[in-house]
Structures are given as C-alpha cells and as structure tokens.
C-alpha cells in the first residue's frame, strides 16, 4: 500500500521519506477503514461516475467484530480491505487514486496497527 502521510511533518520527515517508511504491508487495510467513509468520499466517486465502489461498499455490508471484518448478511470474515490486493511482494490499493479520505491520511507509524509504530 502506498499512502499519503498526513503527519509527516510531526514526524519530521518530507514526503519521500515519508513514503519510504511504509513497507506495503497492507496491515492498515485489514482495519475497518472503509466504515469510515464520508460524504465527501461518496460525492467525489459519483462525480467520477464510480458507482463500482459504491456498490462494493454498500453490498459488502461489513461490519467490525473487535478483530476482524465480518459480514452482517451471513457471517463469513473478510479479509481486509474488498480494494486490498497483492502485487508480488506488497499489497497495494486497487483504487488508490481515489481512495477513501480516511486511508489518504493515515501515517505509517501512527498506530498500533502498524508494525513500524512504536510506544512513546
Ligand atoms: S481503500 Fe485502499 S487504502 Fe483504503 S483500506 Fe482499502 S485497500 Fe487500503
Ligand atoms: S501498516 Fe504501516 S507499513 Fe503497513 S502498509 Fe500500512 S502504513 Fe505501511
């Protein structure tokens, strides 16, 4: 996963490094990130006449069970993310330039979800 990083500047870093940091895991896709999708989120893929995303969200009807994703309609878990993928040796978005604000602004490091976040 390639993410934009929001707290880079807390972190002391520019935005290549920032980049650098993140080691694609795909650790921050399994969250229940796409519950967090805003209006502004669902407004941007209508103007992009993305109604592919929009259907994915709305059919999946994910819910978050503590640990992991599960679907309210028969129980089955999820695996992260329904945009997830795996390329070769990284995860990756596959809508990722339009990707829900949520994920745009999350920062490597900047939760316990993320292997490179550390206690202060
Ligand atoms: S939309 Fe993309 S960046 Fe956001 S959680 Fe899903 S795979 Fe990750
Ligand atoms: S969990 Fe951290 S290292 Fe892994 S993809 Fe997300 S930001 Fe990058």
């Known amino acids: 996963m ?3 990083c929001s707290a880079k500047k807390n972190m ?50 994910a819910f978050w069970a503590g ?17 997830l993928m795996w390329e070769e040796d990284h995860s990756a978005c596959s809508i990722y330039e339009t990707r829900p604000a949520v994920c745009r602004n999350f920062a490597p490091a900047s939760s316990e979800i993320c292997p490179l976040w550390k206690p202060h």
């Open 2 to 4: 390639n993410i934009s």
């Open 12 to 61: 002391g870093l520019n935005n290549s490094s920032c980049e650098e940091l993140c080691r694609r895991c795909g650790k921050c896709c399994l969250a229940d990130f796409i519950a967090y999708v805003r209006d502004e989120d669902i407004l941007r893929w209508e103007r992009e006449g993305r109604i592919d995303i929009k259907s994915v969200i709305k059919n999946e009807h």
């Open 67 to 83: 640990d992991h994703l599960i679907s309210a309609d028969n129980g089955r878990y999820f695996h992260g993310c329904p945009f």
